[in-house]
């Protein structure tokens, strides 16, 4: 309660935000070692240190996996990104590495937490190739027919749309396949899909262990996984080299970790192409 206090007297907590339930986006700015948590955020970490000691570990290769999908993006001529579950902004940010190789490219940031929203348009304040969305993912519309969205992305052109470390937080009940098939069929062809999504496969109980663990935050639940329902989310998409894999192996930048599937999450990336691309009974 003190740590409460403190922080809205020192007007550090923005409106709407509940610190005394921990947050996804607060749990894993602390599994990265970033500062815009509470108590109640630093407590659950433990707890899920506890139940998986690889946890900071698997936060790292997941941010990691954005980095290198981005500047793979990059290389393939993308230009405009959808950043969808963009969490509290850290290092290495999405804006950063892609103005620092194609200054005037643009990067739309989404996330439901408002901590998240709140940092990212602190860090965001004068760049005006950037900007953060304060809205749902599952509901499409809202977030593609945003101004914000509107005024920044040519859905005309390719379009990045970056789904990592986040589909695992739509329940089943709400469709997930369906409402990627949604951003899919909004953007064109020549546009790529990067997801990376917790699996249960290689550590059943530490994943069990973990969705429970969720069950507690103060937004979301967890569902990992398997490989076919992971796959399924790129339909229409024509998955990359070397397809869906576990993160460390998804084009790593040096020496990946010895035992990738004790980073339990599979990471790809996909193209859309017009050939590829189904009837969408969505
Ligand atoms: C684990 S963080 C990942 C952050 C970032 N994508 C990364 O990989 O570093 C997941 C983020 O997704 C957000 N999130 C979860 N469900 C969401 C939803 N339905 N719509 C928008 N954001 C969501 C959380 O608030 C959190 O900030």
Excluded: C
Excluded at 137 to 162: A, K, N, Q, W, Y
Excluded at 257 to 275: C, I, K, S, T
């Amino acid at each position: 309660m003190a740590e409460n206090d403190s922080a809205r007297r020192g007007g550090t907590v923005p409106a709407g935000v509940d610190i005394e339930r921990s947050s996804v986006a607060r749990l894993y700015d602390w599994l990265l070692g970033g500062s815009h948590n509470f108590a109640s955020d630093r407590e659950l970490g433990r707890r899920l240190v506890r139940a998986e000691p690889n946890a900071r570990q698997i936060v790292r290769e997941n941010r990691d996996f954005l980095g290198r999908s981005v500047r793979y993006l990059l290389d393939q001529g993308i230009r405009q990104f959808l950043d969808l579950g963009s969490g509290i902004p850290t290092q290495e940010n999405v804006h950063q590495i892609v103005q620092k190789v194609a200054p005037g490219a643009r990067v739309v940031y989404v996330d439901n937490d408002p901590s998240a929203v709140a940092h990212s348009r602190h860090i965001l304040a004068g760049n005006p190739d950037a900007a953060a969305v304060h809205a749902d993912m599952r509901h499409s519309g809202e977030v593609m027919g945003h101004p914000t969205t509107r005024g920044l992305l040519d859905f005309s052109r390719p379009i990045g749309l970056l789904m990592v470390t986040v589909l695992h937080f739509v329940p089943d009940a709400d469709e997930p396949h369906a409402m990627v098939a949604r951003y899919r069929d909004a953007v064109v062809p020549g546009s790529y899909l990067a997801i990376s999504h917790a699996t249960h496969e290689a550590a059943p109980r530490a994943a069990a262990d973990v969705e429970q663990l969720y069950r507690s935050t103060a937004r979301a639940s967890a569902h990992t996984r398997s490989h076919e329902e992971i796959s399924g989310f790129f339909a229409g998409f024509e998955l990359v080299e070397p397809g869906l894999v576990y993160i460390p192996l998804w084009h790593p930048e040096g020496d990946p970790h010895p035992n990738p599937e004790q980073m339990w999450f599979y990471a790809g990336v996909g193209r859309l192409d017009q050939r590829s691309r189904p009837v969408s009974r969505t």
